[in-house]
């Protein structure tokens, strides 16, 4: 019942990670994934999540405090445009 849940959390930033740097140790995602279980445990697929959470909390936090302000230099390009385009 909740495995659909649990998988979608799943982060696969670290066996990314390992099969970028060119790690031969897995022949796929999903055998990282397993071999990185077996050897290490659940919770090492998520080592460096804190970074990432930073990382997502910062950018929220720059785009809502910018949301207006682009929201209007939009609005005004626009509407300049359009009346460019009257004439």
Do not use: C, H, W
């Not at 460096?48 to 910018?66: H, R, Y």
């Amino acid at each position: 019942m909740y495995r659909p849940f649990l998988i979608s959390f799943l982060d696969d930033s670290v066996i990314k990670s390992r099969l970028q740097a060119g790690s031969n140790k897995y022949k796929s995602s999903l055998d990282g994934l397993l071999t990185i279980l077996r050897e290490e445990g659940f919770l090492s697929l998520y080592k460096g999540i804190n970074s990432k959470i930073i990382q997502s909390v910062l950018t929220a936090a720059i785009l809502f405090a910018g949301q207006r302000r682009i929201f209007e230099v939009t609005k005004k390009v626009l509407v300049f445009s359009f009346l460019l385009s009257v004439r």
